[in-house]
């Protein structure tokens, strides 16, 4: 079950201190996800969890519930706000919670143990005398790291009784995952966050050499994937075009805007273009070799030579474009 991703950047650096701003974007970028390309993140369960759901596999975004919690700001105070779990994932029989900060935050773990029991009422079971509540896994994912980053959440729950358990997980650091693990593995839903690693250079306009070689790897894998069919037209669009959400909102208009958001740019659009382009040909092509009484067997070989198509495309449009 996957809860609500709260993410701020870090946006000015003072001393030993780094100023944070809340901000949509952030939130937006994984909403956009979460509603959009759900089945992105079967594969971030498997590697988290060690799961080897096929990628195909029903996932169901569970309804969410909100409630008032105090939480701890960038700069150590109190607040208090209204968390809404509002990503809960379902695959199969198991149940997910994944909460990703951009910073380190003091009341993670207890804010992850609101969330799991607001899970686990909605599966809880109960006769007279006994209830049985179901936690779900969790992680925590870490868009930055710093020295203060831990490497595991735990809750230890502690009885009157004297027993005591910890309810535990690692974390993953975003940070330190390589470009090559990302794709590798397929975890689609990372790459908008990985140019955060560079964030403070991006801000300042210093060197960005090694990020822009970075978008430059993900564009075109990104490219590469997407005409293996192993990414959706949508996905692959979605997730250049989120990548650059990100970018704007760390350059925030500074020099580097353009430079870095050129990468992603149109290419992937300018694929679906020249797909419309394609379509629009082959219906031509199918209904002038109709019009002229020419079998089937000979428009698909047209359709063949003239665009390109294999065998299976070209039977694919005569069924979708004849008559």
Not at 137 to 162: A, E, L, M
Not at 198 to 221: K, M, N, T
Request: proline share 3%; hydrophobic share 40%.
């Amino acid at each position: 079950m996957i809860a609500l991703l709260q993410l701020s950047a870090y946006n000015i650096r003072k001393g030993d201190k780094i100023q944070m701003k809340k901000t949509p974007d952030y939130d937006n970028v994984f909403k956009t996800m979460k509603m959009k390309h759900k089945r992105l993140f079967i594969s971030v369960i498997n590697d988290v969890f060690k799961k080897n759901y096929p990628t195909d596999m029903n996932v169901e975004v569970l309804a969410s519930e909100g409630y008032l919690t105090e939480n701890e700001t960038p700069d150590g105070s109190k607040e208090v706000e209204e968390q809404i779990s509002d990503f809960l994932i379902r695959i199969g029989s198991d149940v997910y919670l994944l909460e990703c900060q951009s910073y380190d935050d003091g009341s993670m773990a207890i804010r992850i143990a609101e969330y799991a029991f607001i899970v686990a009422r909605q599966f809880a079971t109960w006769d007279i005398g006994h209830a049985t509540i179901p936690m779900p896994r969790f992680s925590v994912i870490y868009v930055r790291r710093t020295d203060r980053t831990p490497k595991t959440t735990t809750i230890t729950f502690v009885f009157p009784d004297g027993q005591i358990v910890d309810y535990r997980s690692d974390n993953v650091i975003l940070e330190e995952l390589t470009k090559e693990y990302i794709v590798e593995r397929r975890l689609f839903p990372y790459i908008p966050f990985y140019i955060a690693r560079y964030e403070e250079a991006i801000a300042s306009e210093g060197v960005i050499d090694q990020a822009v070689d970075d978008l430059i790897y993900f564009r075109d894998e990104l490219i590469r994937l997407h005409q293996e069919n192993e990414l959706s037209d949508g996905e692959a669009i979605d997730l250049m075009a989120l990548v650059n959400t990100i970018v704007t909102h760390i350059t925030n208009g500074n020099e580097n805007e353009g430079r870095l958001v050129n990468i992603m740019g149109g290419t992937v659009l300018e694929l679906e273009s020249e797909r419309l382009i394609k379509c629009g040909k082959a219906q031509m092509i199918i209904e002038l070799g109709q019009e002229e009484g020419v079998e089937d067997g000979i428009i698909i070989d047209r359709l063949q030579k003239r665009l390109g198509l294999s065998l299976e495309k070209a039977r694919t449009y005569l069924a979708e474009y004849g008559k």
